[in-house]
């Protein structure tokens, strides 16, 4: 009985344990889940308990019932248990998969946001390498392309790492030459020493590193200015040299300081001629006064030295005024190729007979304005001038051309248009770049003893620049010299006057003449002509007498600079306003203004114009050339009216 009593006991324990189990399944997993196991589990309990009424009188049976109970419940129990388990671990598997679904969503996530920041760096990093590279192109064509040349350069070896095209063009290398050359090969061999020397030191900033003589592919000479900084090349040190073209800056200077030095020497001719002339024209008249008076033999030597002389002073006076562009000329439509061929026969003489003088003249040649006697004098200079740069034998060649010069090109004077070019060339010595600058300075002479005055090409100079022209050359020392002298084409067209017979009338002249020994010569030479002299000092008085009674003269002698309120010019316009048929004539050694030159080429165009010094021939030659009936301008001009240098 107490063994069933414990059966009993167990079993109903167990029973009550199933629901209490079953619930807490209920509760923890949900009864979609374990509600199929319970609805069995309990079921199966109803079962059991419905078969005990059937079982309940038999002691043996009822005790193998609550067996059946205890085991039942105890299955019951390990089953809820397994499936507790089961569903413990399904629960687990479950959270530890959405634990991981959430960490790989998270790090998939991630991973987006990092591909993304990625693609956005990549997106960066391909437009910072583009700017990049633009910007390395842009400065690759600024610095290919850029006008002012520019060079790199390897501070250490000197040798070239990079030039500009306007470099390459500035001295004239194809690339691939100009990276053969080191910088000291640009550089002319006397400043060379000193060029390395500046070159040498640092330049952490920009430097200006003055002014140096370059030469070009062809060996001429170019002046530059030196910009340097040192900056890196790829991965080396370099220095960036910025090469600032002044040739033409320079060559403007030294034409500015000549054309002010010329400037100032007519100045000083003007003033020392306007005196000296007056002197020699009272020695050199007087002098050719006794000549004709004298028949002592000696006495009349002597005086032919003394005119000799005046007339060598003369001479050394108009060429000093040709130096500074003062001289007045006699210019006229000239043939330049008729008048060299007309002077090549005393060249050839001058040069001598080891030296060739040949002529290469074009045969359409236009006509110049010029003074035929100052393009004698020019042409005999340059002559002379190649003969002395000859040692020995050589040849001289004189060519004459016509050219155009267009706009915009570099040459002395800017100007375009067609041009008379003569050129003289020589195969002498040539000129070293000091005696280039100097060439062309009044009193500046190669030759030694003093045996040269300076005045030949300073002359040259000058006329040249009177004739509208200008004068360029070439020289290499031992590769020779070749002057070139560009005149520009006459503007008419219109041939010389026929010969005039000179006929003499004996007039009335009236004589204003400022200096006291020249008024006395003049007067004396045209009194002793037959003439009726009316003499003044100035232009006030020659009014004064001209309205007493003067206004019957045929002809005004008077000087072109007087020195009262008005000049000769001014005094010949009044008097001819009042008397039309009255002649002029002007006496001046030079004149001082620019004003003054255009009356005076006006002047010698109407054949009113004896320079001094003058002789008694000349004056009076002038004189009765103005009061001819007819005067024709060739003979007034071979007559007396050249002004010889």
């Known amino acids: 009985m107490l063994r069933f009593g414990v059966f009993n006991l167990i079993a109903g324990v167990l029973q009550l344990t199933v629901p209490s189990y079953g619930l807490r399944l209920v509760r923890r997993f949900g009864s979609q889940r374990v509600g199929w196991f319970l609805v069995i589990a309990f079921g199966s309990l109803a079962l059991v308990h419905l078969a005990q009424p059937i079982g309940s009188s038999s002691v043996g049976l009822a005790s193998n019932q609550n067996l059946v109970y205890v085991l039942a419940s105890a299955l019951l129990l390990i089953g809820m248990g397994h499936l507790e388990t089961l569903f413990s671990d399904r629960s687990a598997a479950k959270f530890k998969d959405e634990n991981l679904q959430s960490w790989f969503k998270l790090q998939l996530e ?39 040349p520019m060079l790199i350069v390897d501070p250490r070896s000197l040798r070239f790492l990079a030039a500009n095209k306007a470099a390459l063009r500035q001295y004239g290398f194809a690339l691939e030459e100009f990276m053969e050359l080191k910088l000291q090969d640009l550089v002319t061999p006397n400043r060379q020493a000193a060029f390395l020397r500046d070159v040498v030191k ?129 210019q006229s439509q000239t043939s330049l190729n008729e008048l060299l061929r007309n002077i090549i026969p005393m060249l ?32 005999v200079n340059l002559v002379l001038n190649a003969r002395d740069a000859i040692q020995g034998c050589g040849t001289i060649t004189i060519t004459t051309s016509t050219v155009r010069i267009e706009q915009g090109r570099t040459d002395r004077t800017g100007r375009a248009g067609e041009f008379v070019r003569l050129s003289i060339y020589d195969t002498g010595c040539g000129m070293t770049p000091e005696v280039q600058a100097q060439v062309f300075e009044p009193f500046f002479s190669t030759r030694e003893n003093g045996n040269g005055m300076g005045l030949g090409l300073a002359s040259v100079y000058g006329l040249v620049k009177q004739h509208s022209g200008w004068i360029e050359f070439t020289s290499n020392p031992g590769c020779g010299t070749e002057f070139r002298i560009f005149f520009p084409p006459s503007a008419s067209a219109t041939s010389p006057d026929k010969d005039v017979p000179l006929a003499t009338r004996k007039k009335i002249v009236l004589l204003v003449e400022p200096h006291d020994r020249s008024r006395d ?59 039309p048929s009255l002649k002029v004539i002007y006496t001046s050694d030079c004149n001082a203004s620019s004003e003054g030159q255009d009356h005076a080429q006006a002047a010698l165009q109407a054949f009113q114009f004896v320079p001094k010094p003058f002789t008694a021939d000349r004056l009076l030659q002038g004189v009765e050339a103005a009061l001819a009936p007819a005067l024709g301008r060739k003979h007034g001009d071979t007559a007396f009216l050249t002004a010889t240098i």
């Open 110 to 148: 991630s991973m987006h946001r990092s591909q993304a920041e990625m693609q956005q760096d990549i997106a960066r990093r391909e437009e910072v390498q583009k700017a990049l590279h633009e910007s390395e192109e842009h400065y690759r064509f600024l610095f290919t392309e850029n006008p002012v």
């Open 202 to 330: 640092p330049c952490s900033a920009e430097d200006v590193r003055g002014c140096w003589e370059h030469r070009r592919k062809d060996q001429t000479l170019l002046h530059v200015e030196i910009t340097a900084m040192d900056l890196r090349h790829g991965n080396s040190p370099a220095r960036l040299l910025v090469m600032k073209d002044f040739t033409a800056t320079r060559q403007h200077q030294l034409e500015s300081r000549q054309a002010v030095k010329m400037e100032t020497i007519g100045r000083v001719a003007v003033g020392a001629a306007h005196h000296f002339n007056n002197i020699l024209t009272t020695i050199d008249g007087h002098a050719s006064l006794l000549l004709r008076e004298s028949n002592d033999a000696r006495i009349t030597e002597q005086l032919g030295h003394i005119s000799a002389g005046a007339n060598r002073a003369a001479a050394l006076t108009r060429q000093l005024l040709a130096a500074g562009g003062r001289l007045i000329l006699n």
């Open 348 to 379: 050839r003489r001058l040069v001598g007979e080891r030296i060739i003088l040949q002529e290469s003249l074009f045969s359409n040649l236009p006509p110049i304005q010029a003074d035929a006697q100052a393009l004698k004098h020019l042409m």
């Open 521 to 579: 010569l003049a007067r004396y030479i045209l009194s002793r002509r037959g003439y009726h002299v009316v003499e003044a000092d100035r232009a006030s008085t020659a009014m004064v007498l001209w309205e007493s009674g003067a206004s019957a003269a045929d002809l005004l002698l008077t000087d072109w600079a007087l020195t009262d309120e008005f000049s000769g010019a001014a005094l010949a316009d009044r008097l001819c306003k009042q008397k």
